[in-house]
C-alpha cells in the first residue's frame, strides 16, 4: 500500500512569491491534515479535512494561507505571498474517519529567501 | 485548547540502557496519547499509542504509561540501540475529536 505522497520534497522561493504544496492521502483515508513542523519543534496543525470539508482551519493564517480538497481526495496548500517566517517543513497526513492514527507524508521543506 | 509539554528536550544514553522521556498535558477531555518517532528528515511514524481506559501499554522494548490522574505519560525504551536516536513526540488527543496537539519533541542519542 502507497504511503502518504508530498510534492515537491524541497522549495525554495524568494519572499512575496507565491508556493503551493500538493498532498496524495492514502486510499480510503477521508480524514486529511497539513501541519506545519519548525526546526526542533513538533507538527502543528493548520488544517483539517473531512472529505472535501474543512472542518478545522482555526490555526490556519488565513490573511496569506489557502487550502483546497476537491473531490475530497488530493490537497493544495498554498501561501501567497511567502514571508521569511514561513520557512519551515510542511506535513501532510491521512487518517481513516473516525481513527486517531495518522499516517504521515515526508513532507515539504520550504526555504524562502 | 490542550497543552502538552515534554522533557527532556534532548537525551543522552550508552548502548543497552534504558529511556524515559515524560509528557504531561492540560486538557482533561483528552484520552489518547499517541507517540511518534521522527528520524533526521524523515517523516513522523506512529510507534505506540494509549488510550486513556489503559495504565500501561507494551510492545517489546517500548512500553507506555498513563497517570490520568496527574495528567502525564511517559515512553519507556529498554535495551536501547543506536537506531533508536532519533526525535520522539509524545502528543494528546480528546475523545471523539481528532485534533492531536503535539509535545516539543526529544532528541534521542544511542551512543554504541
Known amino acids: 500500500e502507497a504511503g502518504v505522497v508530498q510534492s515537491p520534497r524541497y522549495k525554495i522561493i524568494e519572499k512575496k512569491q507565491p508556493v503551493a504544496f500538493w498532498c496524495n492521502p492514502i486510499?480510503?483515508?477521508?480524514?486529511l491534515y497539513w501541519y506545519l513542523q519548525n526546526l526542533g519543534q513538533g507538527p502543528e496543525l493548520l488544517i483539517r479535512?473531512?472529505?472535501?470539508?474543512?472542518?478545522?482551519d482555526s490555526q490556519l493564517p488565513k490573511d496569506r494561507f489557502s487550502a483546497e480538497r476537491l473531490k475530497g481526495v488530493d490537497s493544495t496548500l498554498k501561501i501567497q505571498p511567502a514571508e521569511l517566517g514561513d520557512s519551515a517543513v510542511y506535513l501532510c497526513?491521512?487518517?481513516?474517519?473516525?481513527?486517531?492514527?495518522?499516517?504521515f507524508g515526508p513532507g515539504t521543506r520550504l526555504t524562502v529567501t | 485548547g490542550e497543552n502538552v509539554e515534554q522533557h527532556p528536550s534532548t537525551l543522552s544514553v550508552q548502548e543497552g540502557d534504558s529511556a524515559v522521556i515524560k509528557c504531561t498535558y492540560s486538557?482533561?477531555?483528552?484520552?489518547?496519547f499517541p507517540w511518534y518517532k521522527q528520524e533526521l528528515g524523515k517523516r513522523p511514524q506512529l510507534i505506540i499509542d494509549?488510550?486513556?481506559?489503559?495504565g500501561e501499554k507494551k510492545d517489546q522494548r517500548i512500553a507506555v504509561t498513563l497517570n490520568k490522574t496527574a495528567k502525564h505519560f511517559s515512553l519507556h525504551i529498554t535495551e536501547t540501540q543506536p537506531e533508536d536516536s532519533a526525535v520522539y513526540f509524545c502528543?494528546?488527543?480528546?475523545?471523539?475529536?481528532?485534533?492531536?496537539?503535539f509535545g516539543t519533541g526529544t532528541k534521542l542519542q544511542v551512543i554504541p
Open positions: 497526513a491521512s487518517s481513516l474517519t473516525d481513527q486517531y492514527e495518522q499516517y
Open positions: 486510499s480510503g483515508h477521508n480524514t
Open positions: 479535512y473531512e472529505n472535501e470539508e474543512a472542518v478545522d
Open positions: 486538557d482533561s477531555a483528552s484520552n489518547y
Open positions: 494509549i488510550r486513556s481506559n489503559v
Open positions: 502528543a494528546a488527543a480528546p475523545g471523539g475529536y481528532q485534533k492531536v496537539t
